[in-house]
Every structure is written in structure tokens, then in C-alpha cells.
């Protein structure tokens, strides 16, 4: 089955600068690329997704860039704020399923 | 559409006790999914339903879990006995198969304590 790990675990920036979470899948038939946001106490919510005909997207400050040939893809928060602290996850998606696989998270802390 | 609608949202219980978690899906969607969420293991794909029929439900523990979807709009997760290494926030997500891009929305989970 899929894999997805995701790095780092923890990051912390200066409010203003740019925050980057990687991640790698396992299985070549994913396709579809989702982002979640989870914040203290919340339930996850999407804020981005790319597919895999796609290397990069972008919405207001948040871009994701995605790589087939070497199996990853990043987010990218720029001029980061107090309110983008929060728990992020990657998923990926197989072509052949509608399951999600999720990677561990990244805790992501604005410092003001 | 209210989203995901999950019950309750916080449920206490004693070692051994049965516990029932409720979801209903939003409208129009035709696949539900029951995730468990600790600090250990993140993000956990317990059971997953197309069309009301179970498809994958490889990521339940063990046989002390179970879930049925009567229904299109309505799922229940079920703990006998439960155990405290069972406490976690359990969320039920709702998409549209076929719609390939299609992110899950969650519900707001429910967060179980077994003591």
C-alpha cells in the first residue's frame, strides 16, 4: 500500500517568513495530492490540493509544488501569520481507490 | 448542507462499557470514512464505505470494532468491550467517489475517553 512520510514534524518561523513541508509517497499510481489544516482542538480542513497533471499550484500565500518522477511534494506558506500555526498533514490519493493516506503531521508555529 | 455531522462530541465511558459513534454524511456524497486520531499515531484510516457497502475495513484494530452504514446518510462506529488504549478523537469523513480530486470533508470528531 501507499506510504506517506512528511517532514519535519515541528516548525517554527518568524511571523513575515516563509514556511516549506515536504512529503514523499511510495506508490506510483497516486494521483491526487490534498492539504489539511487542523487547528488546536479542530477538525481537518482541505486547503489545498494538486493533481498529479499539474506541477504546481498556488492560492494567495499558499503554493504546492508537486514532483512524480521523484515521488514528492511540498507546501509552501509564505509572509506567515500568527493564525497559519497549526498542525498540517499530506495525503495521497491512488488512482484506483478513493482512500486518503495521510502523513504525520507538521506542527507549524508562527512566532510573532 | 451542515457538513459532516458527528455525535457526540465527547463521550466519557468505563473500561468494558459499549460505545456508539454516529456519523451522517453530507448529502449526495457516496463514501464515508472513519479515521482515529492520537498523538502516537496521527491520522489512522479505521474502515471506508462506497455506496453503503464496506470496502476496506483493514485498518480496524480488532474484533472489539465494528461499523455499519445502514444507509446514505447515516454511519455508527461500535466499541465492545472498550479499553482506555481505545481513547482518541475519532472523525467520519464524507467525499464523492468517482469525482477523482475531490478532498474528504471532516466531521468534527468525536472525542472518546475510556477510563
Known amino acids: 500500500g501507499e506510504n506517506v512520510e512528511q517532514h519535519p514534524s515541528t516548525l517554527s518561523v518568524q511571523e513575515g517568513d516563509s514556511a516549506v513541508i515536504k512529503c514523499t509517497y511510495s506508490?506510483?499510481?497516486?494521483?491526487?495530492f490534498p492539504w489539511y489544516k487542523q487547528e488546536l482542538g479542530k477538525r481537518p480542513q482541505l486547503i489545498i490540493d494538486i493533481r498529479s497533471n499539474v506541477g504546481e499550484k498556488k492560492d494567495q500565500r499558499i503554493a504546492v509544488t508537486l514532483n512524480k518522477t521523484a515521488k514528492h511534494f511540498s507546501l509552501h506558506i509564505t509572509e506567515t501569520q500568527p493564525e497559519d500555526s497549526a498542525v498540517y498533514f499530506c495525503a495521497a490519493s491512488p488512482f484506483t481507490g478513493n482512500q486518503f493516506y495521510f502523513g504525520t503531521g507538521t506542527s507549524l508555529t508562527v512566532i510573532p | 448542507d451542515a457538513g459532516v455531522i458527528q455525535s457526540p462530541r465527547h463521550e466519557v465511558t468505563e473500561m468494558g462499557q459499549e460505545v456508539t459513534l454516529r456519523c451522517k454524511p453530507i448529502?449526495?456524497?457516496?463514501?464515508l470514512f472513519w479515521y482515529r486520531q492520537t498523538m502516537m499515531r496521527g491520522l489512522e484510516l479505521l474502515i471506508y464505505?462506497?455506496?453503503?457497502?464496506?470496502?476496506?475495513d483493514s485498518g480496524m484494530p480488532e474484533d472489539r470494532f465494528s461499523a455499519k452504514m445502514p444507509n446514505a446518510s447515516f454511519s455508527t462506529l461500535k466499541i465492545q468491550p472498550s479499553e482506555p488504549r481505545d481513547s482518541a478523537v475519532y472523525f467520519c469523513?464524507?467525499?464523492?467517489?468517482?469525482?477523482?480530486?475531490?478532498?474528504?470533508?471532516f466531521g468534527s470528531g468525536t472525542r472518546l475517553t475510556v477510563v
Open positions: 469523513a464524507s467525499n464523492l467517489q468517482g469525482a477523482q480530486g475531490y478532498g474528504y470533508t
Open positions: 506508490d506510483s499510481a497516486s494521483n491526487y
Open positions: 464505505f462506497n455506496n453503503n457497502v464496506p470496502i476496506d
Open positions: 448529502s449526495g456524497h457516496n463514501s
